[in-house]
Nanobody, 127 residues
Framework: QLQLVESGGGLVQSGGSLNLSCAAS????????IAWFRQAPGDEREGVSC????????KDTDLAKGRFTISRDRAKSTVYLQMNNLKPEDTGIYYC????????????????????WGPGNQVPVSS
């Protein structure tokens, strides 16, 4: 049974950093793309960053560029999202999702590409 669990969130001050983790179980996540999404209060879920099965294939959206870095530890079946210089507008619930494909989709959105989702992890950023 596919299962993803996020961790590492929590209250952080503006300018601070967090390293989110997405641990996979029940399947070999190393063979599929894994992505991070964010849902701000009152907004739709939107893509942040995605890493393909080849670890050097990374797709960042504008939300991630310059401040967030996605990576994966194959031995631990875990994907990370290092977030630096956090801003209050980064506040939201962060979800990781596993794709049915090896590579990230052309447009990073919560589509049929993603077949398994974690329960989400809260990241409140105070000003």
């Amino acid at each position: 049974q596919l299962q993803l669990v996020e961790s590492g969130g929590g209250l952080v001050q503006s300018g601070g950093s967090l390293n989110l983790s997405c641990a996979a179980s029940g399947f070999n996540s190393n063979y599929v793309a894994i992505a991070w999404f964010r849902q701000a209060p009152g907004d739709e879920r939107e893509g942040v960053s995605c890493i393909g099965a080849p670890g050097d294939y990374i797709k960042d959206t504008d939300l991630a560029k310059g401040r967030f870095t996605i990576s994966r530890d194959r031995a631990k079946s875990t994907v990370y999202l290092q977030m630096n210089n956090l801003k209050p507008e980064d506040t939201g619930i962060y979800y990781c999702a596993a794709s049915r494909l090896r590579l990230c989709p052309p447009t990073l959105r919560p589509s049929e590409h993603f077949i398994s989702w974690g329960p989400g992890n809260q990241v409140p950023v105070s000003s």
